[in-house]
């Protein structure tokens, strides 16, 4: 939705409503709390041995990997069923994170927005003889 004939309270008043929750964003993100910048995968394999159940089509697994990067590296390592729970709430804690930080982001895109709508609204004309071309 653009509409970009809105009247000075009314920008005033969807700025201020964003400015709000834009508070409320920053109070979250600075009571977040410890977190891991990692990301976690399940995975099934299959050990080809003999008369394993695996080349009935039931795999072995689920076992769990953690994926974090160092560097312009991505590394992996094994993720006992134990530490999941344990490191879930920390990787949790990193996405809603940066879900919030985008939210942020959008919500002072969205006043940016109206601030130049404002601009818009108060410039002033170009007088007449700024405009016209000399003459010789």
């Given at each position: 939705m653009k509409r970009e004939n809105l009247t000075e309270e009314?920008?005033?008043r969807?700025?201020?409503?964003?400015?709000?929750e834009r508070q409320l964003v920053e109070t979250y993100l600075l009571?977040?709390?410890?977190?891991?910048?990692?990301w976690i995968t399940r995975q099934y394999t299959y050990?080809?041995?003999g008369n394993c159940k695996c080349?009935?089509?039931?795999?072995h697994g689920p076992f769990y990997y953690l994926f974090y990067q160092e560097g312009d590296k991505i590394c992996h390592r094994y993720l006992p069923e134990e530490k999941l729970k344990?490191?879930?709430?920390?990787?949790?804690?990193?996405?809603?994170?940066n879900q919030q930080m985008a939210r942020m982001n959008k919500i002072n895109e969205e006043i940016e927005r109206h601030l130049r709508i404002h601009q818009r609204n108060n410039l002033?004309?170009?007088?007449?003889?700024i405009r016209e071309k000399k003459r010789k």
């Open positions: 009314e920008i005033k969807v700025i201020y409503r964003l400015r709000k009571n977040t709390g410890k977190q891991l910048a990692v050990c080809k041995k080349l009935r089509g039931y795999p344990q490191i879930e709430k920390f990787t949790h804690c990193y996405k809603v994170y002033l004309p170009i007088p007449g003889l």
